[in-house]
């Protein structure tokens, strides 16, 4: 079991009571797998990936990463979790933009430490070109289209071979042809065994998911996988 979350909740401080986000999500994730996560905005799908990718603790429950329970990590233990096991998508791509396309996706490797730069360049290299970009290594991100970019952020997210893609809207930007290509080198990724959790209005990244997770005011509310 890759992902287990039991009765996870979430507490934001906000007056006399606080404001609860998440009230008790509970699913499984396998290796491999491919979950995406819907529900309107406000519903807690994008609290709940920020607590599977350890940039945010749950107020309550537990949460084991790949058999270790995530509570009982120290800070240097959460930061390797991320670092070697977790890759990241997000919306707005998150890229450097004066660095190229090169330099955004070694970055990564770089924080990892342990390569000389010569062999991070080549796998930078090596990984933008499995995702069609082979021939825009040198371009910064205002050099690239929106599907350009979310290409070059899902290099990235795989720089340090994950086992586990974190995705959050990652067409919400794009156009319609754009977001069919991505959703198709997601859909390549799974094939090959990498597991997904991807937040998502889009429908035809929810069509590609193996599980569906349907959210509203903290709850889960169909499909627990």
């Keep these: ?4 979350l039991k009765d996870i909740t979430k507490v934001y401080p ?8 998440l009230k008790g999500v509970s699913f499984n994730v396998e290796e491999g797998d491919f979950l995406s996560i819907m529900g309107p905005s406000g519903c807690g799908k994008s609290t709940l990936l920020s607590i599977l990718g350890l940039l945010d603790q749950a107020t309550s429950g537990s949460y084991s990463l790949d058999g270790r329970e995530v509570a009982r990590l120290d ?9 070697h096991k977790i890759g990241f998508v ?9 660095f190229t396309s090169e330099e955004n996706v070694a970055l990564p ?5 342990g390569q000389p730069y010569k062999e991070i360049k080549a796998r930078a290299k090596e990984l933008l070109t499995s995702v069609g970009l082979g021939h825009k290594v040198h371009r910064t991100p205002l050099q690239l289209s929106g599907g350009e970019r979310q290409r070059v952020a899902i290099a990235r997210a795989l720089a340090n071979t994950p086992r586990l893609i974190l995705a959050d809207e990652p067409t919400g930007n794009l156009d319609t042809k754009s977001s069919a290509e991505i959703v198709a080198l997601l859909k390549e990724l ?7 959790i991807v937040v998502t209005h889009d429908p035809n990244v929810a069509a590609m998911a193996k599980h569906v997770i349907r ?5 889960i509310v169909e499909g627990a996988a």
């Design 14 to 21: 906000d007056g006399a009571h606080g404001y609860q986000a």
């Design 215 to 219: 959210m509203r005011d903290g709850l």
């Design 90 to 98: 997000f919306q707005s791509f998150n890229l450097l933009p004066r």
């Design 190 to 196: 799974n094939d090959k065994g990498l597991a997904l």
């Design 75 to 83: 800070d240097s233990e959460r930061t390797h979790a991320r670092l």
């Design 109 to 113: 490797m770089r924080y990892k430490g």
């Design 1 to 4: 079991m890759l992902i287990s």
